[in-house]
């Protein structure tokens, strides 16, 4: 295994946007991709590893830049200052999410016709996003997701749809995962929603540990997620390269 890494630069209209790639160069044929969507600290390490961890998989691991210039805010009211606006329009940040979809589908390392999204946090809302959008992915996972609907037009969900959620997540209460419940049962898509006990917002993030913001790791919870996400991407990619 010869696994690589670098940055990718592309355009969404006038902003640039700075992403990153991870795969495995000893693999010679094309192979499916996940593309990871990044929490609200923008493309960190967290994010990075998270594409590393694809490539060690098998995959093409690409982490779209949803803020542009690979921003990595540092302070909380940073943070708000870039995921706001883009939460607010969502139509927005769904161009955003399909500039790096489309950079990703380019790439001679990936079959196009084999996509996935994982995501943590406000990544996690822009996977259900690129999933409500009835874009072509074979999975789309969410870590402690924004869940809230955006007000777009209803497609018809084609992924299959795994949200991992802490039940005591501040950010996304119990109300809001019924509710999600209820839009992905509407909307016709083979789903799952992973409901932790015990467990609150950033549970995968190593190192959270913000009481007050409700952010906190939970390594039990965190690896019951990861083993779902793993059996989904395994089911959805399981004939890649037989057919």
């Not at 995501?119 to 822009?126: H, K, V």
């Not at 809230?148 to 959620?165: E, F, N, Q, R, S």
């Not at 959270?208 to 996400?229: D, F, T």
């Amino acid at each position: 295994m010869n696994i690589t890494t670098k940055p990718v630069e592309y355009f969404d209209g006038k902003q640039k946007c700075i992403g990153y790639v991870a795969w495995d160069e000893s693999v010679a044929s094309a192979r499916p991709c996940v593309l990871v969507g990044h929490a609200w600290g923008g493309l960190d390490d967290f994010a990075q590893q998270q594409a590393v961890q694809m490539a060690a998989l098998g995959y093409v691991g690409f982490v779209p830049d949803l803020y542009g210039d690979g921003a990595t805010p540092d302070t909380v009211d940073d943070k708000m200052a870039l995921m706001g606006p883009l939460k607010e329009d969502r139509k927005a940040l769904l161009a955003r999410i399909n500039a790096g979809v489309k950079v990703a589908c380019a790439m001679d390392e990936v079959d196009a016709d084999n996509l996935a999204m994982i995501g943590f946090c406000f990544g996690g809302l822009a996977t259900l996003d690129l999933a409500r959008s009835g874009a072509d992915l074979k999975a789309a996972i969410s870590f402690h997701g924004l869940l809230d609907a955006p007000d777009l037009p209803k497609k018809k969900i084609k992924a299959k749809v795994l949200a991992a959620h802490g039940w005591d997540d501040p950010m996304a209460k119990p109300d809001s995962v019924m509710a999600l419940a209820k839009e992905l049962t509407e909307a016709g898509c083979d789903w799952q929603i992973l409901a932790l006990g015990g467990t609150s917002h950033a549970f995968s993030v190593p190192g959270a540990a913000n009481k007050e913001l409700g952010l906190m790791y939970n390594e039990i919870s965190a690896s019951r997620s990861w083993n779902n996400a793993f059996a989904l991407l395994d089911e959805v990619f399981a004939l890649h390269g037989t057919v």
